[in-house]
């Protein structure tokens, strides 16, 4: 129900946007986020949206080059990621959940399959 996509290989300072699209259901009422997991490491939360887009929440290592931003009509959340480093490498995941622990996996209920980021040096 959730296709996350955009992700390639990009040198270190570029750019790249990651899309999250819906279907089977609209979640204009879900929290968005954005979550990350590299090699040997637990997955971490990136970003996150509340339903009605009014409030961000980034993580403190993305603060600044990362935005999150959705479109109900399209049924769509992306993140646009800028300056990028080689420690953003990973498999990027887009999320939906109604909780408000939206910095915890556990606050999210439906995944999508991950698009991978590599950022080279």
């Known amino acids: 129900q959730l296709q996350a996509s955009g992700g390639g290989l990009v040198q270190a300072g570029g750019s790249l946007r990651l899309s999250c699209a819906a279907s089977g259901r609209t979640f204009s009422n879900y929290t968005m986020g954005w979550f990350r997991q590299a090699p040997g490491k637990e997955r971490e939360f990136v970003a996150a949206?509340?339903?009605?887009?009014?409030?961000?929440y980034y993580a403190d290592s993305v603060k600044g080059r990362f935005t999150i931003s959705r479109d109900n009509a399209k049924n769509t959340v992306t993140l646009q990621m800028n300056s990028l480093k080689p420690e953003d490498t990973a498999v990027y995941y887009c999320?939906?959940?109604?909780?408000?622990?939206?910095?915890?996996?556990?606050?999210?209920?439906?995944w999508g399959q991950g698009t991978l980021v590599t950022v080279s040096s």
């Open positions: 999320a939906a959940g109604r909780g408000i622990r939206l910095r915890i996996t556990g606050g999210y209920d439906y």
């Open positions: 949206l509340i339903w009605s887009a009014l409030s961000t």
